[in-house]
């Protein structure tokens, strides 16, 4: 979501296979260090009270577009507006830095179906560093699989804003720099940009690790008031992987949510429209405290547990064993380990078919204890999926 070079359009999968695919590209991440640096330059110019006013504008502005445009509009179609509308929520977005809106909005997709799985893009089960930046840095998801994003891949001018998308932060660049000099420049656009992009990695990284969980969803999203915060509402992302659909993140009244205010003004000017809210007879449902088996991360400390029993199965099975009395022994039948022997290798398989069938049978259990009032049957579209975008 960050890189200040445009990136390239295609239906390239990502490399699922090739472990060298995850080491971070140096070369393409130097404008991405070097936009970190650049604030430092601050400590040696003039910096005015409007420099800093600049900065915290344009970090609400942009968020906006991040979350309103490229997350809810994007990626889940939780409202509907015109196609300019639609083009100018898309500009605004590029002015994040974050790359195209069919780029980020593509992976994002990807994030939900298959989120705290082997092919999610930022799992935290990868460790910290991966799901808030690393992932972004490495070689693997530089292209755009338009696969996922054919809906909006068929529009012209968002291939065209796609292939072309460092011109809105050039733009937002030289205004800055015009309106405040060097101060403008390095504390308005530069800090501005760097704050919005660890704002909107927090999203992927911290809200998965801190927070409470509300519904038992089957991944280890979690509520964050302080995610929320500095996201501009985004921190209520267990309610989110909940019911992604929902325009709405922030369920409750006191859970802050500043992008649904900004969409319900848009709407109540006719900018957009049938924003999508969540179904009240869906938000006491599949709840934790109600006794919802927490799918999710009882497969998170399985599989944590299950790697690590199994990496210590696997180096006791490479160790040979010391030579036993049957060596001495000529009559002895002849045995399957020895000193160039090591353990056997059935308790991988073994270990493997138990996660298998505990992980089956807390699917199974995780249905059966999800609330659902008598009679009520929940839509697909209602229980966060979409025409377009996946769970």
Known sequence: MTATTPVPTGTSQPDAVDGSADRTDWVSSIPFIGVHLAPLAALFVVVTWQDWVLCALLYLTRMFFITAGYHRYFSHRSYRMGRVAQFVMAFGGTTAVQKGPLWWASHHRLHHRYTDLD?????????????????????????????????????PELRLLERHSWIGPWLVAIACFLLGGWGGLLIGFFLSTVLLWHGTFLVNSMAHLIGRRRYATPDTSRNSMLVALFTGGEGWHNNHHYLPASARQGFRWWEL?????????????????????????????????????????????????????????????????????????????????????GLPVEPLSHLSGLISRVLESADQLADTTRRTRKGAKVPKAESGATDTAPE
Do not use: C, N
């Not at 972004?136 to 699989?145: F, G, P, V």
């Not at 109600?290 to 999710?296: E, T």
């Open 119 to 155: 092919d999610d893009v930022h799992s935290p089960r990868d460790g910290f560093w991966w799901s808030h930046v690393g992932w972004i840095l490495s070689t693997r998801y530089k292209a755009t699989d338009l696969s996922t994003i054919k809906d909006f891949a068929s529009y």
């Open 257 to 341: 949510d500043p992008t649904w205010y900004g969409l319900k003004a848009l709407a109540a000017v006719h900018v957009v429209r049938d924003l999508k809210a969540p179904p009240a007879r869906l938000l006491d449902q599949a709840r934790v405290r109600d006794g919802a088996f927490d799918i999710g991360m009882f497969r998170s400390y399985w599989e944590r547990a299950a790697k690590v029993t199994g990496e210590r199965i696997a180096d006791l099975s490479a160790r040979p064993l010391a030579p036993s009395s049957e060596a001495s022994d000529p009559g002895a039948p002849p045995s399957a380990f020895g000193p160039d022997k």
